[in-house]
């Protein structure tokens, strides 16, 4: 049994949870709508570029949260990804989940997205083991902060291992896909690297070394 590895946005999502939660908080009157969305948009344009600095997005994103319990948040999560989630997930990702399935592997999500978010999208695609950013939970609400380590960039193979190490795994045959320039530290990790959908620069690389590049709609 080998580890299939998937980013989520862009990849098996067209689109960044991210941010459609961030429009979902505003039409929930969470947050100023439209100057809460422009900011969201130029630090999601920053990551696009590879120019972001993660933490700066979490501490913006987050604070909404505060004083919010998880299982308030949670509530309003799951139809959220019933009615702005699942109309967007790539079929072609359904497809290579159901393929990896079969031949028996070990279905991952790994993504630099918040686990409030992650997880309810992955188990709508059936997926039960996640790899997210986690929130900080004190005295039983969000406190706006993360915790551990940031699956984001190179902090995607420090949680990948730790995982690794806890589940007695190995990245033995391991494929990993993602459509992103900030996931190439895995990408070259893995035996089997997919490109989804690349930016130009990860599309520069993956021609390079003769990755498969796969057009998924």
């Given at each position: 049994m080998a580890l299939a590895i998937f980013d989520l946005d862009e990849t098996l999502i067209h689109g960044d949870c991210a941010s459609l939660w961030s429009a979902?908080?505003?039409r929930l009157g969470w947050v100023d709508g439209e100057s809460f969305l422009r900011r969201d948009k130029e630090l999601m344009d920053a990551?696009?570029?590879?120019?972001?600095?993660?933490?700066?997005?979490?501490a913006f994103s987050l604070e909404p949260l505060i004083g919010r319990t998880p299982d308030e948040v949670d509530h309003l999560v799951e139809p959220w990804v019933e009615d702005?989630?699942?109309?967007?997930?790539?079929?072609?990702?359904?497809?290579?989940?159901?393929?990896?399935?079969?031949?028996?592997?070990?279905?991952?999500?790994?993504?630099?997205?918040?686990?409030?978010?992650?997880?309810?999208?992955?188990?709508?695609?059936?997926?039960d083991e996640i790899l997210g950013i986690e929130l900080q939970v004190e005295n039983g609400?969000?406190?706006?902060?993360?915790?551990?380590?940031?699956?984001?960039?190179?902090?995607?193979?420090?949680?990948?291992?730790?995982?690794?190490?806890?589940?007695?795994?190995?990245?033995e045959g391991a494929?990993?896909?993602?459509?992103?320039?900030?996931?190439l530290p895995?990408?070259?990790?893995v035996d089997?690297?997919?490109?989804?959908?690349?930016?130009?620069?990860?599309?520069?690389?993956?021609?390079?070394?003769?990755w498969p590049i796969h057009t998924w709609r």
């Open positions: 979902q908080m505003a990551y696009g570029k590879g120019h972001l600095a993660m933490e700066d997005y979490m702005f989630i699942e109309p967007i997930i790539f079929s072609d990702a359904t497809t290579a989940i159901a393929a990896h399935r079969k031949a028996g592997d070990r279905i991952l999500v790994i993504s630099a997205s918040g686990t409030h978010l992650v997880r309810p999208i992955a188990e709508r695609l059936g997926i609400v969000y406190t706006g902060k993360t915790q551990g380590v940031l699956t984001y960039r190179e902090g995607k193979i420090t949680r990948l291992l730790e995982w690794l190490d806890q589940e007695e795994e190995n990245l494929s990993f896909y993602s459509d992103s320039r900030n996931d895995l990408l070259r990790k089997y690297p997919h490109v989804v959908n690349p930016d130009p620069v990860l599309r520069e690389e993956a021609e390079t070394k003769g």
